[in-house]
C-alpha cells in the first residue's frame, strides 16, 4: 500500500512540476498541489528537497494549541514569501535582480528570517552565495536549475497547504502532523481512546485536561454523555491512549488493538506482527477510528449549540432545552461559563487587548473591570438659566442673541463682552425684517403724534465706531504702504509723527523720513560727544571744546550712524528722535562690543566697518574677515602650484595636520604613515605617489612594494601609479617605455605590431581578439600619446577596418587604397591618377578595353615584345604573391622561404596554398605548439622538392605544355625574377641573380619549379598519382587517412587502394591559386 501512494505521489510530483516551469496553466497547478497535500503519507516521507518535518517542530512546538496554531501561521506565511521567490525565478520574465536577496528588505525579516529553515530553502533555490547584505546566486551560475527550483517550489506550495488545512482544521489526515507536534492534541483529544467517551466541545474547553471519569460522570451534564465501550481493557486504558495511529507504524489508524501484547495496530501491521507462532493465539478486539465514527454520528444525530445535548437526527427540537435545531446561539454566552484559562482581555476604555495576567490597561492604565468614562467636554460651557418661554431681553429672545465676530460665539445681552474670548462685541448691525403679507384691518383716521426727542447716543458705540473707522483707516493705508514697498510699522510710526493733516503717511515717508534720520544721526554723534567733553570736564583734562573734539576725532570715539540703524532706532522708538537717538548708540555700543569679543580690538575700525555694512554685524564681520583672507585669496585664485609641504618641518603635528587638510587622507594614522615614509632615507618616494598608496592600504611594507615596481624595459623602479598595462596581459611598464613603444609602432610600423614590447601579446591574427583589444588600447593612447601621432593611431586603424571590405581596392601603381563602388573592369587612383584594372590589377592599358583579363594576357604573351624579353620571369612576376586577407598583390616570386608576411596587413600566409601561419592550432590531434601551417598536398612547400622532370611528367601526363627554351632578348646565365629578400633584418625586392640551367627557360632550378608548379595549380592537377611508396604512406598519416594495411594484402592492392582512399577524402587545397 506504501509503495502504492509512493508511486502516486511521484506521479502527480512530476505533472505538478512540469505544469509549473512549462507553459502549464495556474489550475492545474492547483490541482496538483491539493492531489499531493491530499495523499496519506508522512512529511517525511512526502517531500523530498526541504526538511518539512524539521520545520514544522523547530517553527510549532508550543505549550498550548493557541500558540501551535499561531505558529503554524507565521509558518505557512513565510512559506508564502519563498513560493512567490521560486516562482519568480521559474518564470519566463524574472524579475530585474532575481540574483540576490537582500536581507534588509523588511517583508524578508519579517517572514523568511524569522523562522527556523528559512534559507535553507533559498539555498535549494541555488542562493548559495553568503554576501555582507543578503544571499546571492554564485558569479559562474548565468541561469537557475529551473527544473530542481520548481520541485522545490512545489514541495513549499504543498507543505504551505497542508498546514493552511490544518490550521482551519480540514486536513484529511491531521495524525501526521498531531504526531509531531503533541499540543495539536489538545482540543479534542484528552487521554481517552476514540471507542470510550465522546465529551461535548464545551466541558472539554472548561474543564482541566486531567479530568477522569469518575468527575466527568458527577458533572451536571453527565446524563446526556453516552458512553461506548469495546471491552473492559478499553475502558482501564483511557489513560494510557493518546493517538489514533498504529503505535508501530505511527502512519496508518488503528484497526485492532491486541490484549495480550497492548498493542494498537492498523490492518498491515496487525497481520504482520500476529503472524508468527508465538502470537497467533493472541485475542484481538477490532478497533473503529474515530474520524469514522465521527462521519457515521455527525448523519444519525445533531448537536445541540446551546445546551450541547446530542439529539437524533429525527427531532426538531432539543430534549433539554427544546430550542430548535437551527436556532441561534446568541444566548449561549450568558447559559455557558466562558473558558477556565483566560489568555487575554479586551480594555472596556480604549479597545486594547491585553494579556490575560495583566491587571491594569497598557495603553490607558484603566483596571481590566472599568467601564468605558463618559465623555465629558474639556471645558463646560456655561449656559445661562433661560425661563421656560422666551421672554423679551431674555437669553430664549432671539433678539437677544449676538454672534462674536472674531470667535463666533453666540452670546446674550446684556453682556457686551465676549465670554469666549474677551473682546467688545461688535456695532449692532440691522436685523433683517421679516415681510408679513398685510392684514385685513380697518383703516383709521391718523393722529396727529408729537414727535419725540431723539435718544441720547451710547459713549460706548460711538467710542466703537470711532476705533473702527481709524482701524479701517490704517488697513488701507498700510495695504497701500505695502504695494509702494514700505512696512506696516513705518506705516502706523509715519502716522503718529505726521499728524492727521491731509498728507499721507507713504508721501511723508518719502520727502520728510530722510531728513529726520539724518536729524537722529547728528543727534546721536552730538550727544556721544558731549557725553565724552563732560567727562574730560569732570577729570579735569581740559575745557576747551576744541581740543575735546579733535581728541574723540583723533581716538575715533565720534560715532557716525547709517540711515538704517537711525531707521530701526526710530521705529522701536516709535517716532521719538530722541530716544531713538540713544537707541542707536545704544545698539552701535553692543554691536562693536561683540565684534570686540570675536578678536577686532580696533574700535575705529568697528565703528566704520559697521558704518559701511548699515550695521548689520555680519556684514560688518565680513568686511573685517576680508583683508585677513587676502593672502588665502591670492593663493587659491592664482596660477601658482600650491606650495610643497616641508616634510623635515620640526612640528611634525603641523605637517601630519597640513597632509590632513590638502589630501584629504582618511585617518591620522595615514598622516603619520605618510610623513614616515617619506622621511626614510633609503628610497626617494614624491609626495603623491606615497599620498595615492596610503590611502589605498595600511600596510607598510605593502605601500613599499607598490612604490618601487621594476619597469622590465628601463629596468628602473616607479610606484604602480607610473606603470602602466594593458588587459591582454600582466606586464606593467613604465609610463614613458609604454609612450616611447606605441609612439614607435604608430609611426615606423604596422598596426599589427602594436602589442605588449614585453611579451608581444595578444595574437592580433585572431580576428576575435582583435577589435576587443583596439576599443581598450583606444583609450590608453588618448591620453599618453601626442595628438598628431593619437591621428595617425587612429587613421591606420581606419585603414585596417576599410581593408575588410570587399570593395576594397590597393593601387597597383602607388600601394594607395580606397573603396570603388564602380562595376567597370578601368580603376583611376585618386592618389596618382593612374588606371589599373579591378580584377587582375594590372596596369591599364588601352588593348585591355573589351577584352577579359585572361584574353588580355594571352594578347600580351603573343605581341608584347617587352612581355617575350622577360620571358618566365615576367609571368612569375605577374602571376605573383596577392595577400588573402587585404588582396594586396606583390610583383615577387615565392621564393625559397613559403612563410610571407604582408607589409599592409601583416597577415602571415604560405605564398604556395594562402594558408595562414599560426601558434594556436586549430587543427585537431595536431601537437605542433610553434608558429606553422598546415599545407595541402599540391602546395609549392611539398612539390618544390620534386626534380624538374618529375613535374614536367606530371604534366606531361596531363597534357598540359610547358617552356624549355630561353626567351630571346633575356640575359643567360643569371635568373632574373624579383623575389623578397631579407638583408640586415630589413626586407627588399631584388633579382635572383642565380645560376641558370640549360633547358630551364632562362630560369635558376628553383624558379623553374616555381614556374612548373604555377603550371599544376592552375589545371588542377593532383600529385598524388607520382607519389612513392613512402610518399604516399606519409601523405595518408599526414592527412588521418587510415593506411591499416589488410592480412593478405599485396603491395599492389594496398598502395592502389589507399591512394584511392586518399584522393576520395582528402580534396586538393582550396585556397590554392588556380588561375595562372
Given at each position: 500500500m506504501a509503495s502504492t501512494l509512493s508511486d502516486q505521489l511521484e506521479e502527480v510530483r512530476c505533472h505538478a512540476e512540469a505544469c509549473l516551469y512549462s507553459t502549464?496553466?495556474?489550475?492545474?497547478?492547483?490541482?496538483?498541489?491539493?492531489?499531493?497535500?491530499?495523499?496519506?503519507?508522512?512529511?517525511?516521507?512526502?517531500?523530498?528537497?526541504?526538511?518539512?518535518?524539521?520545520?514544522?517542530?523547530?517553527?510549532?512546538?508550543?505549550?498550548?494549541?493557541?500558540?501551535?496554531?499561531?505558529?503554524?501561521?507565521?509558518?505557512?506565511t513565510a512559506l508564502n514569501i519563498l513560493e512567490k521567490y521560486g516562482c519568480n525565478l521559474t518564470s519566463s520574465s524574472r524579475p530585474k535582480y532575481w540574483r540576490a536577496v537582500k536581507h534588509n528588505n523588511p517583508v524578508f525579516r519579517a517572514t523568511v528570517d524569522a523562522i527556523q529553515g528559512g534559507r535553507a530553502v533559498l539555498r535549494l533555490y541555488g542562493y548559495s552565495n553568503q554576501q555582507p547584505d543578503g544571499l546571492s546566486f554564485p558569479d559562474e551560475v548565468v541561469e537557475p536549475d529551473i527544473e530542481k527550483v520548481a520541485a522545490v517550489t512545489l514541495e513549499v506550495m504543498s507543505l504551505r497547504m497542508e498546514l493552511d488545512m490544518l490550521i482551519k482544521e480540514a486536513h484529511p489526515h491531521p495524525e501526521f502532523f498531531e504526531r509531531i507536534i503533541p499540543s495539536l492534541n489538545q482540543k479534542e483529544d484528552f487521554g481517552p481512546i476514540s471507542d470510550a467517551v465522546a465529551i461535548p466541545s464545551s466541558l472539554r474547553e472548561s474543564q482541566p485536561l486531567y479530568m477522569s471519569l469518575a468527575s466527568l460522570s458527577q458533572s451536571p451534564t453527565s446524563a446526556f454523555l453516552p458512553v461506548r465501550t469495546?471491552?473492559?481493557?478499553?475502558?482501564?486504558?483511557?489513560?494510557?491512549?493518546?493517538?489514533?495511529?498504529?503505535?508501530?507504524?505511527?502512519?496508518?489508524?488503528?484497526?485492532a488493538h491486541c490484549n495480550s501484547c497492548v498493542q494498537?495496530?492498523?490492518?498491515?501491521?496487525?497481520?504482520?506482527?500476529?503472524?508468527?507462532?508465538?502470537?497467533?493465539?493472541?485475542?484481538?478486539?477490532?478497533?473503529?477510528?474515530?474520524?469514522?465514527?465521527?462521519?457515521?454520528?455527525?448523519?444519525?444525530?445533531?448537536?445541540?449549540?446551546?445546551?450541547?445535548?446530542?439529539?437524533?437526527?429525527?427531532?426538531i427540537l432539543?430534549?433539554?432545552?427544546?430550542?430548535?435545531?437551527?436556532?441561534?446561539?446568541?444566548?449561549?454566552?450568558?447559559?455557558?461559563?466562558?473558558?477556565?484559562?483566560?489568555?487575554?482581555?479586551?480594555?472596556?476604555?480604549?479597545?486594547?487587548?491585553?494579556?490575560?495576567?495583566?491587571?491594569?490597561?497598557?495603553?490607558?492604565?484603566?483596571?481590566?473591570?472599568?467601564?468605558?468614562?463618559?465623555?465629558?467636554?474639556?471645558?463646560?460651557?456655561?449656559?445661562?438659566?433661560?425661563?421656560?418661554?422666551?421672554?423679551?431681553?431674555?437669553?430664549?429672545?432671539?433678539?437677544?442673541?449676538?454672534?462674536?465676530q472674531f470667535c463666533t460665539y453666540i452670546n446674550y445681552t446684556p453682556a457686551s463682552v465676549c465670554e469666549m474670548c474677551d473682546l467688545p462685541r461688535p456695532e449692532p448691525t440691522k436685523m433683517r425684517v421679516k415681510l408679513h403679507p398685510p392684514s385685513q384691518v380697518k383703516k383709521v383716521p391718523v393722529l396727529s403724534v408729537k414727535p419725540k426727542d431723539p435718544p441720547m447716543e451710547d459713549p460706548d458705540l460711538t467710542r466703537q465706531k470711532l476705533m473702527k473707522e481709524e482701524g479701517l483707516k490704517l488697513i488701507q493705508l498700510i495695504r497701500d504702504g505695502e504695494k509702494k514697498g514700505v512696512s506696516p510699522e513705518e506705516v502706523y510710526t509715519g502716522m503718529r509723527v505726521s499728524g492727521v493733516g491731509n498728507i499721507l503717511p507713504c508721501d511723508w515717508l518719502k520727502a520728510e523720513l530722510p531728513h529726520l534720520l539724518d536729524q537722529i544721526c547728528a543727534t546721536a554723534t552730538s550727544s556721544r560727544l558731549a557725553d565724552l567733553k563732560a567727562g574730560q570736564n569732570q577729570n579735569g583734562t581740559g575745557t576747551s571744546e576744541d581740543t575735546g573734539v579733535e581728541e574723540e576725532q583723533t581716538r575715533g570715539g565720534g560715532v557716525t550712524l547709517s540711515r538704517a540703524e537711525a531707521k530701526l532706532a526710530w521705529l522701536s522708538a516709535g517716532g521719538d528722535t530722541e530716544r531713538a537717538a540713544k537707541q542707536a548708540l545704544r545698539d552701535r555700543h553692543s554691536k562693536v562690543k561683540e565684534l570686540c569679543s570675536l578678536g577686532f580690538t580696533d574700535e575705529v575700525q568697528c565703528q566704520e566697518v559697521l558704518r559701511q555694512s548699515e550695521g548689520e554685524v555680519r556684514g560688518a564681520l565680513s568686511l573685517l574677515q576680508r583683508p585677513l583672507m587676502e593672502p588665502f585669496h591670492q593663493r587659491m585664485w592664482s596660477d601658482q602650484p600650491e606650495p610643497p609641504i616641508d616634510i623635515n618641518h620640526p612640528d611634525k603635528q603641523r605637517v601630519c595636520r597640513r597632509l590632513l587638510a590638502v589630501y584629504d587622507l582618511p585617518s591620522w594614522g595615514r598622516c603619520e604613515l605618510a610623513l614616515s615614509l617619506l622621511q626614510e632615507r633609503t628610497a626617494s618616494y614624491s609626495l603623491d605617489d606615497v599620498v595615492q598608496a596610503v590611502r589605498e592600504s595600511h600596510d607598510r611594507d605593502f605601500?613599499?612594494?607598490?612604490?618601487?615596481?621594476?619597469?622590465?624595459i628601463c629596468l628602473s623602479d616607479f610606484p604602480h601609479s607610473k606603470m602602466q598595462s594593458l588587459t591582454s596581459c600582466q606586464c606593467s611598464v613604465c609610463c614613458g617605455c609604454f609612450q616611447q613603444h606605441f609612439t614607435i609602432a604608430v609611426r615606423d610600423k604596422h598596426?599589427?605590431?602594436?602589442?605588449?614590447?614585453?611579451?608581444?601579446?595578444?595574437?592580433?591574427?585572431?580576428?576575435e581578439h582583435l577589435n576587443s583589444y583596439f576599443s581598450t588600447l583606444d583609450i590608453q593612447l588618448r591620453e599618453c600619446l601626442e595628438p598628431e601621432?593619437?591621428?595617425?593611431?587612429?587613421?591606420?586603424?581606419?585603414?585596417?577596418?576599410?581593408?575588410?571590405?570587399?570593395?576594397?581596392?590597393?593601387?597597383?601603381?602607388?600601394?594607395?587604397?580606397?573603396?570603388?563602388?564602380?562595376?567597370?573592369?578601368?580603376?583611376?587612383?585618386?592618389?596618382?591618377?593612374?588606371?589599373?584594372?579591378?580584377?587582375?590589377?594590372?596596369?591599364?592599358?588601352s588593348q585591355h578595353g573589351g577584352l577579359s583579363c585572361e584574353r588580355y594576357q594571352s594578347w600580351k604573351r603573343e605581341n608584347d615584345p617587352e612581355y617575350q624579353r622577360q620571358g618566365l620571369a615576367g609571368y612569375l612576376r605577374d602571376n605573383g604573391i596577392t595577400c588573402p586577407n587585404c588582396r594586396f598583390q606583390y610583383a615577387l616570386s615565392k621564393g625559397g622561404c613559403m612563410h610571407f608576411s604582408c607589409s599592409q596587413c601583416r597577415y602571415q600566409f604560405c605564398s604556395g596554398c594562402n594558408n595562414p601561419f599560426h601558434t594556436t592550432c586549430a587543427v585537431i590531434h595536431c601537437s605542433v605548439t610553434g608558429l606553422h601551417a598546415h599545407h595541402p598536398r599540391d602546395c609549392l612547400f611539398y612539390l618544390r622538392d620534386w626534380e624538374p622532370g618529375r613535374l614536367q611528367a606530371l604534366l606531361q601526363n596531363k597534357g598540359v605544355e610547358f617552356n624549355t627554351d630561353t626567351p630571346p632578348g633575356t640575359q643567360a646565365g643569371l635568373c632574373g625574377v624579383i623575389e623578397q629578400k631579407d638583408e640586415s633584418g630589413q626586407q627588399t625586392d631584388s633579382a635572383c641573380g642565380a645560376q641558370t640551367q640549360p633547358g630551364h627557360a632562362g630560369l635558376c632550378e628553383k624558379h623553374y619549379r616555381e614556374y612548373l608548379v604555377s603550371l599544376i595549380n592552375s589545371h588542377s592537377i593532383d600529385p598524388a598519382p607520382l607519389f612513392n611508396a613512402n610518399e604516399l604512406v606519409l601523405a595518408c598519416r599526414r592527412y588521418q587517412v587510415d593506411d591499416a594495411r589488410g592480412e593478405l594484402e599485396d603491395d599492389v592492392t594496398y598502395y592502389t587502394r589507399i591512394l584511392e582512399k586518399l584522393i576520395d577524402e582528402v580534396p586538393l587545397g582550396d585556397k590554392v591559386p588556380r588561375k595562372k
Open positions: 502549464g496553466s495556474v489550475l492545474e497547478v492547483r490541482a496538483g498541489i491539493s492531489a499531493m497535500a491530499n495523499i496519506p503519507l508522512p512529511p517525511s516521507v512526502k517531500y523530498r528537497y526541504i526538511a518539512a518535518e524539521t520545520m514544522i517542530i523547530e517553527n510549532g512546538v508550543n505549550n498550548n494549541r493557541k500558540e501551535t496554531i499561531g505558529s503554524l501561521q507565521r509558518l505557512s469495546a471491552n473492559a481493557s478499553t475502558s482501564t486504558s483511557i489513560s494510557t491512549r493518546h493517538t489514533d495511529n498504529c503505535t508501530i507504524c505511527a502512519i496508518f489508524p488503528v484497526a494498537w495496530l492498523c490492518t498491515e501491521c496487525d497481520r504482520l506482527y500476529h503472524s508468527s507462532a508465538e502470537r497467533a493465539n493472541h485475542h484481538r478486539t477490532v478497533v473503529t477510528s474515530s474520524k469514522m465514527r465521527k462521519n457515521h454520528s455527525s448523519l444519525l444525530s445533531w448537536h445541540c449549540t446551546h445546551c450541547t445535548r446530542v439529539n437524533s437526527n429525527q427531532d432539543c430534549e433539554t432545552c427544546e430550542r430548535p435545531r437551527l436556532a441561534s446561539s446568541g444566548s449561549a454566552k450568558d447559559e455557558f461559563p466562558q473558558p477556565f484559562t483566560i489568555t487575554e482581555w479586551q480594555c472596556k476604555s480604549c479597545t486594547v487587548v491585553n494579556a490575560g495576567s495583566s491587571i491594569l490597561c497598557a495603553v490607558c492604565e484603566r483596571p481590566r473591570l472599568a467601564t468605558k468614562p463618559p465623555a465629558t467636554p474639556t471645558r463646560p460651557t456655561p449656559t445661562p438659566n433661560r425661563p421656560a418661554a422666551p421672554v423679551l431681553g431674555m437669553p430664549g429672545d432671539p433678539d437677544s442673541q449676538w454672534m462674536c605601500i613599499r612594494r607598490v612604490l618601487a615596481k621594476e619597469c622590465p598596426i599589427r605590431d602594436m602589442v605588449c614590447p614585453v611579451c608581444w601579446e595578444p595574437d592580433i591574427n585572431d580576428p601621432v593619437y591621428d595617425l593611431f587612429h587613421k591606420k586603424l581606419t585603414e585596417q577596418a576599410l581593408i575588410k571590405d570587399p570593395k576594397f581596392l590597393w593601387c597597383s601603381h602607388c600601394s594607395y587604397g580606397f573603396i570603388y563602388d564602380g562595376d567597370q573592369l578601368k580603376v583611376t587612383c585618386f592618389q596618382c591618377r593612374n588606371s589599373f584594372c579591378a580584377q587582375c590589377k594590372k596596369p591599364w592599358e
